[in-house]
């Protein structure tokens, strides 16, 4: 069972623009991370939030998180066509011993 | 430092045949998973191990699918019979052992995966 659902399904956009992806989930967690797949590829960790955190950066990436809403955001700014990818958030039980995957979300960066 | 290897990287089988898969996880990652990955989905949890130790293997169709990870390092992957829904991407990821105290990360490092068509 998956239990993140990101929304939207998929998102295309110009080069440039940013992109913001979204995940909900529906239990307790420790952490929270996202990752990107390339067509063809395995997945790639892209950044941790931990449940006392509410947003962390690194480099053109920004995550939120809301525990009361039970969601998280993903922002890429200024796009590159090589962030063309599927985008998954992973949610970490609060015991640590489970990592639970979305469907994700397929992002499109024309250039 | 080399990444986790998966072989084969694709694999065509016709239903009711046999498949395997194998796994080299990242040196000192004691953990190892497995995951299925369906066409347009995220990946769902096969199997974890903890050095050779199966430590979550709830969602493994024991009927057809086996593990095993001997000497706690490479793990190997059999599905038989295979069936036409076995069609998917099978991947694997190790972590460093999850810390008992303290701070936990539980970043996986995913292999390129093995792509299963039955047919």
């Known amino acids: 069972s998956q239990q993140g659902e990101e929304d939207p399904q998929a998102l295309s956009i110009q080069e440039g623009e940013n992109a913001t992806m979204n995940c909900s989930y529906k239990?307790?967690?420790?952490?929270l991370q996202w990752y990107r797949q390339n067509s063809g590829r395995g997945l790639v960790h892209l950044i941790l939030i931990r449940s006392n955190e509410r947003e962390k950066h690194s480099g053109r990436l920004r995550v939120t998180l809301d525990t009361s809403k039970k969601s998280s955001s993903l922002l890429i700014t200024a796009s590159r066509a090589a962030d063309t990818a599927s985008y998954f958030c992973a949610t970490r039980n609060e015991y640590g011993n489970k990592l639970v995957f979305g469907a994700g979300t397929i992002l499109r960066v024309k250039s | 430092e080399a990444g986790v290897v998966q072989s084969p990287r694709y694999k065509i089988i016709e239903k009711k045949q046999p498949v395997a898969f194998w796994c080299n996880p990242i040196s000192g990652h004691n953990t190892l998973y497995w995951y299925r990955q369906n066409l347009g989905q995220g990946p769902e949890l096969l199997i974890r191990?903890?050095?050779?130790?199966?430590?979550?293997d709830s969602q493994l169709p024991k009927d057809r699918f086996s593990a095993e990870r001997l000497k706690g390092v490479d793990s190997t992957l059999k599905i038989q019979p295979a069936e036409l829904g076995d069609s998917a991407v099978y991947l694997c990821?190790?972590?460093?052992?999850?810390?008992?105290?303290?701070?936990?990360?539980?970043?996986?490092?995913f292999g390129e995966g093995s792509r299963l068509t039955v047919l």
């Open positions: 990821a190790s972590s460093p052992s999850l810390p008992r105290t303290g701070p936990n990360t539980g970043e996986l490092f």
């Open positions: 191990y903890e050095n050779e130790e199966a430590v979550d």
């Open positions: 239990t307790s967690i420790n952490n």
